[in-house]
DNA sequence: AATTCCGGAGAACAGTTGTTAACTGCATGG
DNA sequence: CCATGCAGTTAACAACTGTTCTCCGGAATT
């Protein structure tokens, strides 16, 4: 059973929590390799040296992010990939998702998009290594679906990167785009949706 | 007439150049938001205050770079472009020339794929704006198509971003790849060359 | 030939960085 | 209840940062 974890233990997952969300915060406006350690238990108001009690450097911060931002994710990617049998409301529904996606974790989403090219390795490669996951997952989902008779394995992943790339493209549009209801954000939706339904009609017609 | 520029001119556009290839090469472990301007003239073998009369900031010289790596492409995209009546072979030829533009300028398009969404924005924006005029030109280019009759403006120009949003995707996969001859290029020059060709399939039934 | 212009050097500034060591206080397990 | 463990503190370190001001030498202009 769950033993409700000691007074300790819990301050310092609390403290771990204000490092991370501290250094969420600050990385809207820069990039990891930029973000200096002192920078982040400044703001969270702790001493420097707390931190090394939580993270070996700021890279390992950022790979703690990185799980963070996409671990969770996986479950969320395969239903809703399965759903997508291509119908036109259920295109609509992918695409509402990744906004209220992004509206609800605006910071995590920006940290994906800025670290995944971003000059610190070890996050670089944790990114590729969750993308990659996800690919492989929504090629399974994919396999599943009749429409998918015929394709080989590796046709089915490569068109389950173009929908996962798709995904971040959009994703970081929304991120750009004003929130709520603003006009850019509909053109946003618009397009998305648009793409998404050019790669579905050639997926319909791939094996012709 | 080309007025051969005097000694002055000379060693300044030289210092400068010295600037943006040092500047450059440093990039390619971290991001533009981490790097100094000391760190760079220390690298060309210059006092830091040289620095100041190329540039405002390393955030300006990241500007100068931007166009450096995009500026001088707007011709190559649109013939290449103009070429896609998506043949299979033209197909291949594009991805080629991709490969061979990665190969030939790796530190500029790493440059471009860090900092499209880096922590600088100035830099951000410039990028946004290149890629932004990309699309608007093979827009152009594939209105010209007689395979575009029927379509809107602006589906055409959800076209041409999936197109350019594409093919960063896919210098950026050269990029990570080993470079020459390698089983993991041949893997990304196929997985390539089936993306583009499903795109190329639905826009052929987008009319339907 | 004399003068102006200007790219670069030099030194100094206050402020920042990561990392170390030795400490304090308090929740924990025996 | 006492001894141990450990999150967080304090102080100090050498090294680094961007920016200013003053200066130099040689090309450019007149």
Chains 1, 2 share one sequence.
Request: hydrophobic content about 45%; glycine content about 6%.
């Amino acid at each position: 059973m769950s033993h409700t974890l000691g007074v300790r233990q819990a301050q310092k997952l609390k403290t771990r929590r204000a490092l991370l969300d501290a250094a969420l915060g600050l990385l809207e406006e820069q990039s990891l390799s930029s973000l200096g350690l002192r920078e982040v238990t400044r703001a969270v108001g702790v001493a420097p040296t707390a931190f090394y009690r939580h993270f070996h450097s700021t890279a390992d911060l950022g790979v703690a992010l990185v799980e963070e931002a996409l671990g969770g994710l996986h479950p969320m990617i395969r239903t809703t990939v399965s759903e997508v049998d291509d119908s036109e409301e259920r295109i609509a529904r992918a695409v509402g998702l990744i906004a209220r996606h992004v509206d609800a974790f605006p910071a995590h989403v920006r940290f994906i998009a800025r670290e995944r090219h971003g000059g610190v390795q070890p996050v670089r490669e944790a990114i590729q290594e969750q993308l990659a996951r996800f690919a492989r997952e929504v090629r399974d989902e994919l396999a599943k679906d009749p429409q998918s008779a015929g394709w080989s394995e590796d046709d089915l992943l490569m068109l389950a990167h173009l929908y996962v790339d798709q995904m971040l493209v959009t994703a970081s549009l929304f991120l750009e785009a004003p929130p709520a209801p603003s006009p850019e954000r509909e053109r946003v939706t618009r397009l998305a949706t648009r793409q998404l339904r050019l790669i579905s009609i050639g997926r319909r017609h791939w094996l012709d």
